[in-house]
């Protein structure tokens, strides 16, 4: 699967899981790498997405789902007038991931 395709999967929730090239998501969560660099978090009323960057790859899956959401880039993001998304560093993500979540299939359905 492309990255650009596991983007747009994971905003429509098509698939509960999926993979790209090192661009992955599980239930709720995407991940650019592995699980220390959370893209993004699906809650149930909004968007929370990473602000801070890790590589030229990781920007560039940023990127995608960025482009997805209809942004032009992150900092787009911030003047969204809908508050629909909340823009955290990646501490704060995990924070959320690690205390919002208790297992793995609230990941995946309870915030859907």
């Given at each position: 699967?492309?990255?650009?395709?596991?983007?747009?999967?994971?905003?429509?929730?098509?698939?509960?899981?999926?993979?790209?090239?090192?661009?992955?998501?599980?239930?709720?969560i995407l991940?650019?790498?592995?699980?220390?660099?959370?893209?993004?978090?699906?809650?149930?009323?909004?968007?929370?997405?990473?602000?801070?960057?890790?590589?030229?790859?990781?920007?560039?899956?940023?990127?995608?789902?960025?482009?997805?959401l209809?942004?032009?880039?992150?900092?787009d993001?911030?003047?969204?007038?809908?508050?629909?998304i909340?823009l955290m560093?990646?501490?704060g993500l995990?924070?959320?991931?690690?205390?919002?979540?208790?297992?793995?299939?609230?990941?995946?359905?309870?915030?859907?």
């Amino acid at each position: 699967m492309k990255n650009k395709e596991v983007v747009e999967d994971f905003i429509r929730g098509r698939w509960i899981d999926s993979k790209g090239s090192n661009l992955f998501s599980e239930g709720n969560i995407l991940y650019s790498y592995g699980r220390h660099f959370p893209i993004a978090v699906r809650l149930k009323d909004c968007w929370v997405v990473n602000n801070r960057t890790y590589s030229p790859t990781t920007s560039a899956h940023q990127g995608h789902f960025t482009r997805a959401l209809g942004f032009k880039n992150l900092k787009d993001m911030i003047n969204n007038p809908d508050n629909e998304i909340l823009l955290m560093d990646t501490d704060g993500l995990k924070y959320i991931i690690d205390n919002h979540f208790k297992s793995k299939s609230e990941i995946m359905f309870d915030n859907l």
